[in-house]
């Protein structure tokens, strides 16, 4: 009896397809769909993927969750390892022979190279790939600390702190932009939001270092602590993290209205046949290689210069300012004066447990967390009622409750401090404000990359820079500031008054946002900025 063997074909996954575009102006973007359009709410999924499954928007989602999953929990350990060793201002005073103001240094200098880290790396991730910095960053951020553990001085100690700072500089400029490169414009705002809650979770690292006392052990467990970590996630992101930089060319506007069954669009200039036979998807042996290919087009030192250039647009310099006083604030300010306040009469409490407001940090975040999903949420509806036409600004209403909330979290924690109230107070007001802080964290940001998308290596340098300068004069001479003019003045007073100003802004943003972005892309900035990115999404 004959037998009939029959092969079968191997079942090709589904490739996401959109006509999506972004009109003239950067941030607008037209999301009706056609019929056979993958959508979200019935809008199209922008940026439009290629239909190549080595294209990072087609990339199954639990490799894309799990990138997200290296990235963050990169932010936490680098964020926490940068402010851990606050509540061991103390100790490195009485140990190092010097003052407590100068032994702070060892947290605002680092804070500084933190940002400074960004300005090398992120250019650098531009030109040979994100893979490679990623991995490199990694394993001089674990040198770093193993330094740090290892230092007898203060100057050895300081050395090693900002080796490993400057290292890790480009955990808060990677992870958005790898959610830039895998995911679709619906999915970043959530996205950035769970990368922002482990941002924000690094500053409970003062916590953990503050009750590694308690065990009877230096301060250098602390630093074991975080290689011990560290060394796993370099192994982890040596088998997770694949190259996701990817040259997506835009398809012509006019094959945005054409059919499926067409054969053939212009792209750049060029006929392109869509029965091309789709690539086959790398092998994961091949996706390990540590190394990616050069990007000769990209220029390390204009995209440098260039990102200065992004504090002259309103919106970047919105992030900066909202990241630089948040942090100041809550990994600085907070993390400096509780531990000498709680410690002291009439608290007395032990050193141990001077780093225990980082409970009121992660209360302050994880409420918020439930409401990650609002900001995309909002803007799909309004996107909707719009006519599907999308607005940078439509995600900006999420902010107006936390406007408040945050600085109200101020005045609470200053006058708490100032006239010595239940330690409560403190516990409160740390909570407010960061409940505050995570929403304009992750609103702003998203506002920011969305508006600007085609410039958002050379835009998060700048965020970088600027925030950590800014973080760093605030808690540079916190101390000072507060022994001549009192907590309720600079907290609750000058810092309060400051970040309510700062929170005000949404509202310039919300009505004006547009114009703004139209005089910035039609000005001799936009055509500057134009220049790099052509052609690309």
């Known amino acids: 009896m004959p037998i009939d063997l029959k092969i079968e074909e191997p079942k090709t996954r589904h490739l996401v397809r959109s006509h999506a575009h972004e009109e003239d102006i950067p941030g607008t973007v037209n999301l009706n769909a056609v019929e056979g359009d993958d959508t979200y709410l019935g809008q199209a999924l922008f940026p439009v993927p290629s239909e190549d499954p080595n294209d990072p928007l087609q990339w199954e989602l639990w490799k894309k969750n799990m990138i997200l999953v290296v990235v963050s929990v990169y932010s936490f350990l680098g964020n926490s390892a940068l402010v851990g060793p606050s509540v061991y201002i103390g100790i490195y005073s009485a140990e190092f022979g010097v003052s407590p103001a100068v032994a702070s240094g060892l947290i605002s200098y680092p804070n500084l190279c933190f940002g400074f880290g960004t300005l090398v790396l992120a250019p650098l991730y531009l030109k040979i ?10 394993i001089i951020f674990v040198v770093g600390l193993i330094g740090a553990s290892q230092a007898t001085s203060f100057a050895g100690l300081m050395v090693a702190r900002c080796f490993h700072a400057f290292g890790s500089g480009v955990c808060e400029a990677l992870p958005v932009q790898l959610v830039n490169d895998v995911f679709f414009l619906h999915e970043r705002g959530s996205r950035i939001g769970y990368y922002t809650v482990c941002l924000c979770l690094g500053a409970t690292g003062p916590l953990y270092a503050g009750y590694m006392l308690a065990g009877g052990y230096s301060w250098r467990l602390f630093f074991y602590v975080e290689i011990a970590f ?66 000769y087009e990209s220029e390390f030192f204009l995209t440098m210069a260039r990102s200065f250039t992004h504090f002259a647009v309103p919106a970047v310099f919105w992030v900066i300012t909202t990241y630089g006083i ?14 000498i306040k709680i410690t002291a009469p009439p608290y007395n409490w032990k050193t141990e447990n001077s780093g225990l407001i980082a409970v009121a940090n992660a209360v302050g975040f994880f409420s918020a967390i439930p409401l990650t999903f609002t900001s995309d949420r909002l803007a799909a509806y309004l996107t ?41 107070g403190y516990f409160f007001g740390v909570a407010m404000c960061n409940w505050g802080a995570y929403f304009y964290f992750t609103t702003t940001l998203a506002y920011a990359v969305d508006s600007y998308n085609s410039d ?22 916190l101390l000072d500031w507060i022994l001549n003019r009192g907590y309720a003045v600079v907290i609750a007073g000058i810092f309060g008054g400051v970040l309510l100003a700062n929170n005000l802004a949404v509202f310039v943003f919300a009505f004006w946002g547009k ?12 055509g500057l900025h134009k220049s790099a990115k052509k052609g690309q999404v």
Not at 328 to 339: E, V
Not at 390 to 418: D, K
Not at 456 to 475: T, V
Request: hydrophobic share 45%; no cysteine.
């Open 129 to 138: 790939g994100r893979r490679p910095v990623m991995l490199g960053s990694l």
């Open 230 to 295: 560290a060394g796993a996630l370099l192994v982890l992101a040596f088998f997770v993290v694949e190259e996701s930089s990817y040259k997506r060319k835009v398809v012509n506007e006019a094959y945005s209205h054409t059919s499926d069954e067409e054969k053939h669009t212009k792209i750049e200039g060029h006929v392109v046949s869509h029965n091309e036979e789709v690539p086959r998807r790398k092998s994961f042996v091949s996706t390990l290689k540590p190394w990616s290919p050069i990007d």
């Open 326 to 339: 948040y942090i100041g604030l809550g990994a600085l300010a907070f993390n400096y004066t509780f531990p």
């Open 384 to 424: 909707k009622k719009n006519g599907m036409i999308r607005e940078a600004e439509m995600r900006l209403g999420v902010l107006y409750p936390a406007m408040l909330i945050a600085p109200a979290g101020l005045l609470v924690y200053g006058f708490t401090a100032e006239r010595d109230l239940h330690w409560i």
């Open 456 to 477: 958002m290596s050379e835009m998060l340098i700048a965020m970088n820079l600027g925030k950590q300068a800014i973080s760093f004069g605030m808690g540079s001479y």
């Open 515 to 526: 114009r703004i972005r139209i005089a910035t892309s039609r000005n001799w900035l936009g």
